[in-house]
């Protein structure tokens, strides 16, 4: 009889396609790689309600302003289900927000940019969501049963995500000299931290060979990423706007458009703290967090009354 | 004044508190107790700018200018605006929030009830949808009052202390002046002296399951039938409408 | 004395699509009590017209089976084909069987 608890039989049921769920065997590494990327995946889901949020109270339309809300909402939930899929693993959500607060923990560099116009809105949709997108699409066949499902249902509810977003870009790109320049202005500064967001090479990646090995990953970064720019750079040309990068090429033979360099020392600048809005973004979410502390407080002691009222009725 | 003019005039009132308080609540979205709770007030945002868009547009439709919801929306100044000011008050903390909705949606709950019997088709029609959402707006103030109320000291504290603050703008709730009493008489406003009385009773009756004291009639706060409000008004709309006001020509 | 902070406790959602389909697991909530458990699972998991029943169980009242007995619970019935109907041989030109 094989040892069920033993890494080579896990590794077996992972080479055959099986998927892990929560009580099954799996190497501590295992365990490990998961929590720590499904948190950084909810995290980056709940600090990434900020940049937008910043303009839900300045949407100039009422069918805007509902697509927004809506669309936040669902960063939310996504948020959501990925804190309980990595409650699973045996981690508390008090303990991963624990973490987020004492930076153990990290989201998505992305949100360290500002949301400056209109226009950013229609960016982040588009370019933001777009290349989590090509991510998450990725993720859905990923080896742990629950972060799968979780994926599986974040991918069905994204799908309007990028399309609202490119929505914006093409009606300000058709509007107004102001609008032109607005949309222009996102696109230059959302398009390299949109291209970082797949990370920099797998090779300088210190956890891939694990992640590909497990199947938590499916595809490399530069994969994913030449996935995004491929579908994306189309779309910009359709509706004017230019690709601010002076060195791109289409290479007739692949199909696949070659880009100048990405500044990756500005992407481990702003990993360490020092993007426009790291503080910002985290100081929100401590301070929120702590004020709505007596509320949850509040509802535990209600719980507790009402069961002690019960035990008495009895 | 034409014969639609009030018909106008209340439909402005309707969606005005709709718009006014769905923008309030959208103003938490990431800042609520938990990531749940968050949910649920946007939830309870999104239903009610809904609403506004319907209301607004039959306001735009009734008013024959050749206005959209949004031109109703985004380009009208405070004193053209007519929800009531309770809805207008800040977010504040949870209590605050719990509060003014309390006190909103249970008057909503009794208001929609009976307006889903007017003489107005569209108004019936959006009458009857917006019970559906109204009811639960009022279940969910309704049991955070109680678990706030009955939670712990600071939580109890917390809450009778927005109940009491917010008191001064339920009067209002419940004015009739010209417009509603004519369109009344003509089958379409509802008539608010039993809402008041239901509204009374409901609001009773959750602050007694809460531990909370119900306040004692004091003055009551008014203007918003004319459009006087608070000063807080002001600040909604200038965030609200800075980019239809800033670019006039665009369209977004 | 800085307090432990809660989040609330973890339940389960299951959801029916339509009425007659089986209930159906969504996915988690956090909620202090079931009407709350209720309203969450309802505002996260219903918001575009997913459901029409849900039901919710605090998480710590699922009881899971041990994949160290996958083979002694499930195993067993895999050669009881006759459980199928295919495994019958009907004659030639039967109907409506």
Same mark, same amino acid.
């Given at each position: ?44 889901? /709940? ?172 595809? @490399? ?21 230019? /690709?601010?990068?002076?060195?791109? /090429? ?40 702590? @004020? ?21 009725? /009895? | 004044? +034409? ?7 209340? !439909? ?9 308080? =769905?923008?309030?609540? *959208?103003?938490? !979205?990431? +800042? ?31 008013? =024959? +200018?050749?206005? #959209?919801?949004? &031109? ?32 909103? *949606? ?11 019997? !007017? ?8 009458? *009857? %949808?917006?019970? %559906? ?9 309704? &049991? ?7 939670? #712990? ?37 509802? &008539?608010?002296?039993?809402? %008041? ?13 809460? #531990? ?10 008014? =203007? ?9 008004? =002001? ?18 | ?59 710590? $009242? ?7 007995? $996958? ?27």
């Amino acid at each position: 009889m094989h040892n069920e608890h033993s890494d080579s039989h896990f590794q077996l049921r992972i080479d055959k396609g099986e998927h892990i769920e929560a009580k099954d065997y799996m190497p501590e590494g295992y365990r490990e790689h998961l929590i720590r990327q499904i948190s950084q995946h909810a995290h980056s889901e /709940v600090i990434g309600m900020q940049p937008e949020g910043n303009w839900i109270t300045r949407a100039p339309s009422l069918r805007s302003k509902q697509i927004l809300l809506a669309k936040i909402q669902d960063e939310g939930g996504h948020g959501l289900y990925l804190y309980c899929a990595a409650e699973t693993l045996g981690i508390s959500r008090t303990e991963m927000i624990e973490h987020l607060h004492t930076r153990k923990a990290k989201y998505s560099n992305i949100f360290n940019y500002p949301s400056l116009n209109w226009a950013d809105i229609g960016a982040i949709g588009w370019l933001v969501d777009g290349a989590a997108i090509v991510n998450q699409v990725s993720l859905q066949r990923t080896s742990y049963g629950p972060y799968s499902r979780a994926m599986v249902r974040i991918c069905k509810e994204e799908s309007f995500h990028q399309r609202q977003g490119y929505e914006i870009m093409a009606k300000m790109m058709g509007g107004t000299k102001d609008q032109k320049a607005m949309a222009q202005d996102a696109m230059n500064r959302w398009w390299w931290p949109a291209l970082m967001m797949f990370d920099p090479h797998d090779s300088e990646s210190p956890h891939t060979s694990d992640a590909v090995k497990w199947r938590i990953k499916r595809e @490399t970064n530069d994969e994913l990423r030449q996935k995004f720019i491929d579908k994306t750079i189309p779309q910009a040309e359709l509706i004017g706007l230019t /690709v601010p990068d002076k060195d791109i /090429v289409l290479d007739k033979k692949t199909g696949h458009y070659k880009i100048g360099p990405i500044n990756w020392e500005e992407f481990y600048r702003v990993i360490k703290g020092h993007g426009p809005c790291n503080k910002q973004r985290l100081d929100h979410h401590i301070f929120y967090h702590h @004020t709505g502390a007596w509320v949850r407080e509040a509802a535990e002691a209600y719980k507790a009354k009402k069961a002690k009222r019960e035990i008495a009725a /009895v | 004044m +034409k014969a639609t003019d009030n018909l106008y005039n209340y !439909c402005l009132r309707l969606g005005d508190d709709a718009l006014i308080l =769905g923008h309030r609540l *959208s103003e938490l !979205c990431s +800042k609520a107790p938990f990531i749940e709770e968050d949910l649920a007030l946007t939830n309870i945002s999104l239903d009610m700018i809904g609403r506004a868009q319907a209301i607004l547009k039959y306001a735009a439709e009734v008013g =024959g +200018k050749n206005d #959209t919801e949004d &031109d109703l929306a985004y380009r009208r100044a405070e004193i053209n605006y007519y929800n009531h000011l309770l809805v207008e008050q800040p977010n504040g903390d949870f209590a605050h929030t719990i509060a003014r909705q309390l006190f909103l *949606s249970a008057f909503e709950f009794y208001l929609y009830g009976e307006m889903e019997k !007017c003489h107005d088709k569209t108004l019936a029609a959006i009458a *009857s %949808k917006t019970l %559906k959402e109204v009811r639960y707006h009022l279940e969910h103030a309704s &049991d955070w009052t109680i678990r706030l109320g009955d939670g #712990t000291p600071e939580s109890h504290h917390r809450m009778q202390n927005a109940i009491n603050e917010l008191w001064m703008y339920t009067g209002e709730l419940f004015e009739m002046d010209e417009v509603e009493m004519t369109l009344m008489r003509d089958g379409i406003a509802v &008539d608010l002296i039993p809402v %008041k009385t239901q509204w009374y009773n409901r609001i009773k009756h959750v602050l007694a399951e809460a #531990t909370l004291v119900m306040p004692e009639d004091s003055y009551m706060q008014t =203007g918003s039938r004319k459009g006087v409000h608070t000063e807080h008004l =002001g600040h909604i709309l200038a965030e609200m409408q800075y980019l239809q006001r800033a670019y006039p020509d665009a369209i977004w | 004395m800085k307090a432990l902070d809660t989040q609330l406790d973890l339940w389960e959602v299951f959801i029916q699509s339509k009425s007659g389909q089986p209930y159906i697991h969504s996915g988690s909530i956090h909620a202090s009590d079931v009407k709350m458990a209720m309203q969450n699972a309802r505002d996260t998991y219903t918001r575009r017209g997913e459901g029409t029943s849900i039901w919710v169980v605090a998480s710590k $009242n699922i009881n899971a089976s041990n994949p160290d007995d $996958n083979d002694m619970l499930f195993d067993p019935s895999n050669d009881k084909i006759y459980r199928h109907p295919t495994f019958y041989v009907m004659p030639e030109g039967a109907k409506n069987i």
